[in-house]
């Protein structure tokens, strides 16, 4: 064999290599980021006016009363690694009409996406048009409704700290700050420039739904109260005196972070609020399958910002200190009893 063909070989292995090492880091998924001990099931029966949640994955819950339902984010698309990365998303209908119908839904009173980007707010318009719900968010949400070209009756901006009542439920949004990327340059990439001033009409780069506003979600009902956290950021004072029975604790992300981010997320979301129950929420892999069992985020994300270990062992020494505090992971779909 000549220098030059022994050389050319060597890179076509190299490639090969590459590219079966860019397969396996796209289309493998980490273990999930909590106990396994910690799931719960669905029930077989509800009793009449139970406050009730089906979760679907991410950050998508959805609640119901037996009267009233509402939706946070909506979201079932799951575009997969490819696309995200060099190619171009819009909403798949057929998983949307398919997330609906496993979540047994027809009619909802709003959806609210916990903010834009493209894993919450994506599908929410579809989701409305579908339900006849009130789309119900930041600006940059109402643009991603228009864009989809949902009529305006049925979009609604919020107002932080301005409570909306839907039925028995009075979901008041309290602005917060979307996860913190340890790295500058994605952080700069996701969460730069974080209004969309214009309707967005898909397809779209990823990156084209911007974070708009991050929402908190306090939730007061008859029943009782929880807090929605849909990504794993904070503002420093803004839960004070609003004390809850759940918080829904959205963790994507937050094994990258410091552990002073960690300690101080956790002081400043459950401390603040003082639960006695946690749901960890959007561990899941925002490209894993639209059904069956859950995935942790695929080994990409984990060679990236790494971490994933660090949520666990974070959310595990948790448990150990409150003992008084139960944690629960949801099944997906399933109606599980909140408050009976
Ligand atoms: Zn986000």
Redesign the pocket.
């Known amino acids: 064999m000549s220098l030059r063909r022994g050389v050319l070989a060597l890179f076509l292995l190299a490639v090969i290599g590459l590219s079966l090492f860019v397969v396996y880091a796209l289309n493998s998924y980490t273990p999930l980021p909590v106990e396994a001990e910690w799931a719960v099931v669905g029930a077989d029966v509800i009793p009449e006016g139970a406050v009730t949640v089906r979760f679907s994955g991410t950050a998508t819950l959805l609640f119901s009363d037996g009267e009233t339902q509402w939706m946070t984010d909506g979201w079932f698309s799951r575009p997969g690694p490819l696309r995200l990365l060099v190619g171009k998303i819009t909403p798949d209908l057929r998983s949307i009409e398919r997330g609906l119908a496993d979540n047994q839904v027809t009619e909802l009173a709003a959806v609210l996406p916990l ?1 834009s ?1 493209y ?2 707010a994506m599908d929410a318009p579809e989701v409305a048009r579908r339900t006849g719900a009130l789309l119900l968010g930041s600006e940059s949400t109402a643009n991603i409704g228009r864009g989809w070209g949902l009529p305006e009756s049925q979009i609604q901006e919020l107002v932080d700290r301005e409570p909306v009542q839907l039925g028995k439920f009075v979901i008041t949004p309290i602005e917060s700050r ?2 913190k990327f340890p790295n500058s340059a994605i952080r700069e990439r ?1 969460l730069g420039n974080p209004e969309l001033i214009g309707p967005l009409v898909p397809p779209v780069r990823m990156l084209d739904y911007r ?1 708009g506003t ?1 929402y908190l979600l306090h939730v007061s009902h008859p029943k009782g109260s929880w807090l929605i956290v ?2 794993a950021g904070y503002v420093e004072g803004v839960l004070e005196g609003l004390d809850v029975d759940i918080v829904f604790l959205g963790v ?1 992300g937050l094994g990258s972070q410091t552990a002073q981010y960690r300690e101080t997320f956790w002081r400043e979301t459950v401390d603040a609020t003082a639960p006695t129950h946690i749901i960890p929420i959007h561990f899941d892999s925002l490209t894993g399958p639209v059904k069956g069992p859950f995935m942790g985020p695929v080994q990409a994300v984990a060679f990236i910002s790494g971490g994933q270990e660090n949520t666990l062992s974070f959310l595990r020494d948790k448990a150990a200190v409150n003992p008084k505090l139960r944690f629960s992971t949801l099944p997906r779909f399933e109606e599980v009893v909140l408050f009976e």
Do not use: E, L, R, T
Request: charged share 10%.
């Open positions: 903010h980007h894993d919450h979307h996860f996701a974070v991050a849909g990504s994507g």
